[in-house]
């Protein structure tokens, strides 16, 4: 229990307000946001609205705000790559994202893209589809200084799949400097409290046939969501596997529900009105502006059986700050 909670509960409501103008979020994730966890009682300041509004800089082009979901599983349905264990030295070891080269693999299914690492987890296609997305950034000239330059941070649920990220970029040419940029932060959900970044790429990592989502579904999972949804300033990416992280009632589910559908039913893909999301099967395909859903306000097309953890369980550890 966090200080406010503890002194809410020894004040009583009566003797707590609450502040419902926000200045860090765009309108849509700001919606979102006090849609599922404050009542719909947060509002947008007028000035940081403005500050959130679409901007072209010269001779490139621009990420646009909103919310977006990359569905990696609408690009092929498999996994496209596994946990590898790669010896560095007699003793040390590093984990990465390797490419899947069979059509099966043991421990992967059509609908089971996770892969227990110790008592964690971790996703290796979403590792690969985060990687293509910083390629992208790159690109774009998000992390050099320059009227393109972006703060962007990689949240993850799960500390393994942080250091399998920054691992596996660590064997990259062009991505390897990315892990000293002050453009670029990755970190776990708990370590990104307090913080926030123009642009945040949110990784689910839980991907199950069974769409077991471990602690996000206890009290303590709710208010990580909270987080995780929060530290975007422009733009909020979500990498993940919607049949899972929508399911039980979590915050994500809000996203599909509000098209009139069954909170992540397949028919529901294509209609997302009240919070403006926009689904891409890859970074690719948003920046080319092709597939579904694509804005037109913008001139480059950014779509935005497991064992059960304990509420107490690694509060300081596996997702420690």
């Known amino acids: 229990m966090g200080f406010m909670e503890r002194a809410e509960k020894e004040l009583g409501d009566t003797n707590v307000r609450m502040l419902t103008r926000q200045f860090r979020m765009s ?3 700001c919606k979102l946001v006090s849609d599922t966890f404050y009542e719909s009682k947060l509002i947008m300041s007028e000035t940081a609205s403005l500050a959130r509004a679409p901007s072209f800089a010269p001779d490139s082009t621009w990420l646009g705000t909103g919310i977006y979901w ?11 790559h596994k946990i590898d264990t790669l010896a560095l030295t007699a003793e040390e ?28 987890y971790a996703n290796a296609t979403e590792v690969d589809s985060i990687i293509s997305g910083l390629r992208v950034f790159l690109g774009q000239g998000f992390f050099k200084k320059g009227p393109s330059s972006k703060i962007v941070a990689v949240i993850c649920f799960y500390r393994v799949q942080t250091e399998v990220l920054k691992a596996t970029m660590s064997r990259t040419t062009d991505l390897k400097s ?3 940029s002050e453009f670029l932060r990755v970190q776990t959900v708990d370590s990104s409290q307090g913080s926030e970044a123009d642009v945040v790429v949110l990784s689910g990592v839980r991907s199950n ?17 909270c987080v995780a ?19 039980k009632g979590l915050a994500f589910r809000r996203l599909w529900e509000s098209s009139g559908g069954g909170g992540g039913d397949e028919e529901d893909v294509n209609v997302h009105r009240e919070y403006n999301l926009a689904v891409k099967g890859s970074f690719g395909e948003m920046e080319q502006g092709s ?23 690694n509060l300081d550890g596996e997702f420690g700050l």
């Open 178 to 180: 990315l892990l000293d």
């Open 27 to 29: 309108q849509h994730i």
């Open 93 to 120: 070891t590093i984990q990465i994202a390797v490419p899947l080269r069979n059509a099966q693999f043991p421990t992967l299914g059509q609908d089971c893209f996770e892969e227990k690492v110790g008592n964690s």
């Open 70 to 80: 990359i569905d990696y599983k609408k690009a092929g349905g498999r996994p496209t």
């Open 229 to 247: 949804l929060s530290r975007a300033k422009e733009t909020l990416i979500i990498v993940g596997d919607r049949a899972t992280l929508c399911s």
């Open 209 to 225: 046939a069974s769409k077991d989502v471990g602690f996000l579904n206890l009290s303590a999972g709710r208010k990580r969501a």
């Open 291 to 313: 597939g579904d859903n694509s804005r037109s306000d913008v001139s480059v097309l950014f779509s935005t059986a497991a064992v059960e953890v304990s509420e107490e369980e």
